[in-house]
Each structure stands twice: as structure tokens, then as C-alpha cells.
């Protein structure tokens, strides 16, 4: 992350360290919509977003219309995933080998994963990057709206759902990409300690005092005295100041004793030495690659703190996803490297001793992509686009192991307009779902009224898997 973008985030953070349970209280400043129907499941969920800007395209998961695509593009297919050009680079159900798809096969098969194929804007059919990351970061058309996890910081607030006072919480919502607009406060004013905390895959620590040639060990031990002795000084009235002093060590502790590279990647659990994930004592390694020691940082925050309730990823360090050139070329291996560091992620959930049942992994990106080959052989801005969603075995309402969604090809030949569309008997959502999924997950039951969509059916739908 750039230091301008950490220094953002770090400015409310410096204030919540400094005076925040001046600033706490119980609901937030704006009222949430009227009507929520809260109920607090016995355990809250933790939530992983992984967002892959610029708009991924849908080949990866989905290949069942590759004839038809492949004779209409302006530019063919490479012949290994067209059956009809001796290919055989598709997977039993239709995912791209080579982009991941003997791992999806892996996941869904074993019911780690499900993957929603038809995941269609129909309402506001916008393919601009701006409008579509800020209109699904906030699950809602109104981009100005709260993001995604700010609305659900102010719902649990607001219905004493975190177990414990707020000032007690240790890292609640995290982000490991810096700024996002899942954090947008929109209309809400939320108590800072509930804001996010960037953080990342380097385990820098957010609480110390750095950049200043003046400050060592023994100089911050040293304010941290002069602060509470001056703060003692006007007795009660600055008591809370005091609180916040010890709130702050509480979690530099935490960060530096417990949330390390070296701790981290002892407390990594252990499988079968033969696994291709292990090394030869059979503990779980991650692809040593930017976006996999992302995904370990955010997962291994998740499994070792509990208060934790959602995390904020990109895919760093895999590049973009707006491959409007060498698509061909350069998408697999984006895919293989996403779908590789996410079978970790899945072990080590389930190899921890007792195993993580309520942590929830959702991908998804702005929009889809054209199927056409265009003249650089690339897909310009499309629609139709994929939901990964892995782990959270363990809540109520939540089925892995499907594959849902129908396609079909549509367009005009030869020309650069050409797209997969749900099937009119195929299941399909918008984008908004998601956010309404991840509500549900948490206790509203009636999330519709923050997205302005159901949450995504995960019992009744087809499952195409073959």
C-alpha cells in the first residue's frame, strides 16, 4: 500500500487512539432505514472481500458456451479450449484448465466452494469501472451510499451485536488495501473504533510511532508516561483519555506479539506431507507471491482474532483486471495464481485444530467482460460475471458445492458486442445480492431494505454441476 493512502487511513485512526471513547457511542449518528429486522445468530461470521478490480471475466468458471463464442469472435480462441479444434483444456464442468480450473473443480467437488455464474446487472446496466465498483462496494445503486461494511458496523451497533462494548473490540474491521469503498461513511457517522484499520502483508504495525528520528524504544515508552501523567492530572474528567492510552498498548501488543511474520507462519496448521500445499513436515504454505501472503495475512488475522468481523482485499500483486489486451495470454495464469492461494486459504480454515466453521470468502469484481476477441485480443467491458464464494461451512442458511447459473451466447457475429446472458430458465442476481448475502449472514432478515435486493438463494437453485 503507498504511504499517502496508509497515511489516510491512519488519520482517523490516530484520533480514535487518542480520544476515543470520547467519541464512542452506542448508535451511529445518522439512523439507519427504518424497518431492519435484526435477530444475532449465536456466533457472528467473518467475512473476507476479495474485490478484483477492472472487471474479471466470467471464462475462467465458465466455458459451456466456447463453440458458439469461438465461431463468432472477431479473433479465435486459442484451439485448446475448443473441443471442436482438438482442445482439451476444459474441465468436467466447464471450467478453463489453465485458469484455475482443475482447482474450482477441487473446491466445488468438495464443497469448499461455490461458484454463481450469472451474477447480471439488469437494473442500471452501467459498464463504467467507477459507478460499477462504488455501486457493488455499497450493494446499492446510490454510490453515495455507506459501504458495504460501514452499514454493517452500524446495524450491529445499533443492536448491541458485537458481545462485548465497542471499546473493548480489537481490530473489528481491517483492511489490507488500503482506502475502499466498502468503508465509505456515506450518510453515517460511525464511532472510530469502528472505521478501518489498514494493515498488511509486511505485519508493519499501525500503532507505533515511526517516521521520526527522535522517537526510539526508550523515547515512546517515555511518552506513553508524560501522556498519562499529564492526562491524570485533571483526574476524572480525563480519565477516558487514560483508557485510551491503555486501549492503544492493548493493540500494539497485540500487532507485535501476536500478528507477526514470525508467529504467523508458526501457528500455520499442519496436513498431509503429501499435499501439494504443505512442505515436507506437511504444514499448509502459501504461494510466496504478493496476493499470497495477502490472503495469509487476512486469513490468519481472522482464525487467530475472533473480533475481527471483516476484512478488506484486493488482488495485489496479480495486476488488474481490466484485459482489454492479451487477454488470452495473461488471464490464466492471473486465475491459477487467485484459485492456488485460495485452496490454501481453505486448509488452513480446516486443518486449524479446531476448525474455522464461520469465516466466509466472497470474489467478485465492477462487471464482466465481452466473450469477443477483439483486434488486441483482448474483451472490452461486459456484464455477465462470477461469484466465488468459499468456507463458512458452519452458517446457517449457507450451501457450498454448487454451481449455479445457465448461459447462453448473445450478440451479433464478427463484431465486438458479444456476450453469455442468463438462460430464461437459469437462476440470476444482481450484484447488490451480494451485499444482501452477507447482511443475512449476520442477522438481518430483511436486508432488502439496505440493497434494495433478496439475498442470493443458496438452497433452491439448480446445481449444474455435472
Known amino acids: 500500500m503507498d504511504r499517502r493512502s496508509f497515511l489516510r487511513l491512519m488519520c482517523a485512526l490516530g484520533v480514535s487512539l487518542t480520544f476515543p471513547s470520547i467519541f ?15 435477530a444475532r445468530p449465536q456466533a457472528l461470521p467473518q467475512v473476507i472481500n476479495i474485490f478484483l478490480y477492472g472487471g474479471p471475466s466470467e471464462l475462467a468458471a465458465n466455458l459451456t458456451n466456447i463453440e458458439e463464442i469461438d465461431a463468432s469472435s472477431q479473433n479465435p480462441y486459442p484451439s485448446g479450449i475448443v473441443p471442436s479444434r482438438g482442445g482439451g483444456g476444459i474441465t468436467a464442468n466447464n471450467f478453463w484448465r489453465a485458469a484455475g480450473g482443475d482447482i474450482m473443480e477441487e473446491l466445488v467437488g468438495g464443497g469448499d466452494m461455490s461458484i454463481y ?20 462496494l455499497v450493494g446499492n445503486l446510490d454510490a453515495s451510499a455507506p459501504g458495504i461494511a460501514t452499514t454493517l458496523a452500524a446495524v450491529l451497533l445499533e443492536n448491541d451485536a458485537f458481545g462485548k462494548p465497542v471499546d473493548e473490540l480489537n481490530l473489528p474491521f481491517v483492511s489490507f488495501e488500503g482506502d ?9 457517522d460511525i464511532p472510530l473504533t469502528l472505521r478501518p484499520i489498514a494493515m498488511d502483508s509486511n505485519f508493519s504495525n499501525p500503532y507505533e510511532r515511526s517516521g521520526n528520528s ?91 482474532n475472533p473480533d475481527t468481523v471483516f476484512i478488506s482485499l484486493g ?13 488470452t495470454s495473461k488471464y490464466p495464469g492471473r486465475m491459477q495464481e487467485l484459485m492456488a492461494a485460495l485452496r490454501c ?40 460475471q462470477n461469484l466465488y464464494t468459499l468456507a463458512g ?7 457450498l458445492g454448487k454451481l449455479v447459473g445457465k448461459t447462453k451466447w448473445t450478440g451479433t457475429p464478427f463484431e465486438n458486442r458479444q456476450f453469455t446472458a442468463p438462460t430464461n430458465d437459469s437462476y440470476q442476481c444482481e450484484p447488490f445480492a451480494i451485499a444482501s448475502t452477507i447482511y443475512r ?20 437453485p439448480p446445481n449444474e454441476l455435472l
Open 315 to 327: 488482488s495485489g500483486g496479480l495486476g488488474g483486471w481490466d484485459d482489454h489486451s492479451e487477454s
Open 180 to 188: 475502499s469503498t466498502l468503508f465509505n461513511l456515506g450518510d453515517l
Open 393 to 399: 461451512w458452519g452458517i446457517p442458511g449457507r450451501q
Open 24 to 38: 464512542w457511542r452506542r448508535t451511529a449518528k445518522a439512523s439507519l432505514p427504518p424497518g431492519i429486522n435484526y
Open 117 to 136: 455464474r450469472t451474477i447480471h446487472r439488469v437494473k442500471d446496466d452501467n459498464k463504467g469501472h467507477g459507478l460499477s465498483v462504488n455501486q457493488n
Open 345 to 384: 486459504a481453505v486448509k488452513h480454515m480446516k486443518w486449524m485444530t479446531a476448525p474455522r466453521q464461520n469465516i466466509v470468502i466472497n470474489v467478485f469484481g465492477d462487471f464482466g467482460r465481452n466473450v469477443n476477441l477483439n483486434n488486441a485480443m483482448g474483451w472490452d467491458h461486459g456484464n455477465n
Open 214 to 304: 527522535y522517537i526510539d524504544d526508550t523515547a515512546d515508552a517515555d511518552l506513553e508516561n508524560l501522556a498519562r501523567q499529564v492526562s491524570s492530572a485533571f483526574g476524572e474528567k480525563h480519565r477516558k483519555i487514560n483508557d485510551a492510552f491503555a486501549k492503544r498498548a492493548e493493540l500494539a501488543d497485540f500487532v507485535a506479539n501476536s500478528f507477526n511474520r514470525t508467529t504467523v507462519d508458526a501457528n500455520l496448521p499442519y496436513g498431509n506431507p503429501s499435499d501439494p500445499d504443505t512442505d515436507n513436515s506437511g504444514k499448509l504454505v502459501y504461494p510466496d507471491t504478493n496476493f499470497g501472503n495477502l490472503l495469509k495475512s487476512a486469513v490468519s488475522l481472522a482464525v487467530s
Open 441 to 460: 449472514y449476520f442477522g438481518i432478515q430483511n436486508p432488502e431494505l439496505l440493497t434494495g435486493e433478496a439475498a442470493i438463494d443458496e438452497l433452491s
